[in-house]
């Protein structure tokens, strides 16, 4: 998701900041460097990767020689071609997400739809839907629960936990995109009234919902199993510009700009609280880098090996520190 300084990207809280949880010993420093290993064999314009287990198997959608999208695994620097539902002219499917025992989540189309998919020990599951016949799935957790969006009988869209063998819609109202769920059922994402209607940040654990922000616009993107949550909110006191954040006990923390930068986003976050995210680095433009935020400190990874130009592609942070950027692993090298 691009932190684009436009009315799209919008975001807001009024909420006071907070300082995060302690961390035993001190927070590990960021590193210095890091060693880019690309994802071979993943091709075509439109691949793409998007998320990355503590193993390194990283899950995505990739361009077969026919030009459909079919979803991958790549592990080991070996890329499997996941399957589709149906194959045909129009066969397409994607894959969003993958836990620690390699189950992967997505979707893959049937009789022109989409459908919400598990791929578990070489089956493709379907799991169904909430009365359209349309759903997609979007994360899962280690044990086995996957959230995603299902519209309904009467065409809304609306986001759905699914477990033990059965999809439920989690009553959160409106157009609803849930984007990750932690190993203890908490779920984070955003709703709204509508595609291009105002978007808020929201957390639901055990059916209770609550919201994040309420006066504007807002995004939580990722959950860790502590409960820390990284996003986004709107600052609209000039333009409406996105600016990272996290959430911790219900207590808000705006992360900051890199250098020069009045933009910023985050995307995800890991068990140690280390959160991955991209910001522009001069007022109001589109030129963006990753970066690492860490208890106070954000770091532009520029200077430590990833390039500006793929900092639109990051997208996730495991517990080991691998960077998913773009179609490469980013390793971190650790000081002698």
């Known amino acids: 998701m691009r932190i684009l300084v436009a009315a799209t990207c919008a975001l807001v809280a009024t909420v006071a900041t907070a300082a995060g949880p302690a961390v035993a010993g001190g927070a590990a420093p960021l590193p210095r460097q890091y060693r880019m290993v690309p994802l071979a064999g993943v091709d075509g314009e439109r691949a793409g990767a998007f998320a990355m287990n503590d193993s390194g198997q990283v899950v995505g959608q990739?361009?077969?020689?026919?030009?459909?999208l079919h979803p991958f695994l790549w592990q080991r620097g070996r890329m499997t071609d996941l399957g589709v539902l149906e194959s045909g002219p129009d066969e397409r499917g994607m894959a969003r997400d993958v836990n620690t025992r390699g189950d992967v989540v997505g979707n893959s189309d049937r009789g022109g739809r989409q459908r919400a998919v598990l791929w578990?020990?070489?089956?493709?599951?379907?799991?169904?839907?909430?009365?359209?016949?349309?759903?997609y799935a979007s994360a899962i957790n280690d044990r086995g629960?996957?959230?995603?969006?299902?519209?309904?009988?009467?065409?809304?869209?609306?986001?759905?936990?699914w477990q033990r063998g059965r999809m439920r819609d989690l009553g959160v109202g409106g157009f609803t995109q849930p984007l990750d769920i932690n190993n203890r059922g908490q779920v984070v994402g955003w709703s709204g009234r509508g595609v291009e209607g105002p978007q808020h940040a929201f957390l639901w654990q055990r059916g209770t919902v609550t919201w994040l922000t309420?006066?504007?616009?807002?995004?939580?993107t990722a959950i860790n199993d502590r409960g820390e949550i990284a996003g986004s909110v709107t600052?609209?006191?000039?333009?409406?510009i996105s600016r990272a954040v996290r959430w911790y006990r219900s207590k808000m923390t705006y992360l900051g700009f890199l250098p020069g930068g009045n933009a910023s986003g985050a995307i995800a976050i890991n068990e140690h609280g280390v959160i991955l995210g991209s910001g522009n680095v001069a007022p109001f433009?589109?030129?963006?880098?990753a970066f690492l935020y860490s208890r106070g400190t954000m770091r532009?990874?520029?200077?430590?090996?990833?390039?500006?130009?793929v900092a639109y592609g990051a997208h996730d942070i495991n517990n080991r520190g691998q960077l998913l950027i773009a179609l490469a692993i980013y390793f971190p090298v650790r000081d002698r």
């Open 300 to 309: 532009d990874l520029t200077s430590a090996g990833v390039p500006a130009e």
């Open 120 to 135: 578990r020990r070489g089956h493709l599951i379907d799991l169904g839907d909430l009365g359209s016949g349309s759903s």
């Open 145 to 161: 629960q996957i959230v995603g969006t299902s519209w309904t009988a009467d065409g809304e869209p609306r986001g759905f936990i």
């Open 214 to 220: 309420t006066s504007t616009m807002s995004r939580a």
């Open 62 to 68: 990739f361009e077969t020689a026919s030009h459909a």
């Open 235 to 240: 600052d609209w006191t000039t333009e409406p």
């Open 285 to 289: 433009s589109l030129e963006e880098h």
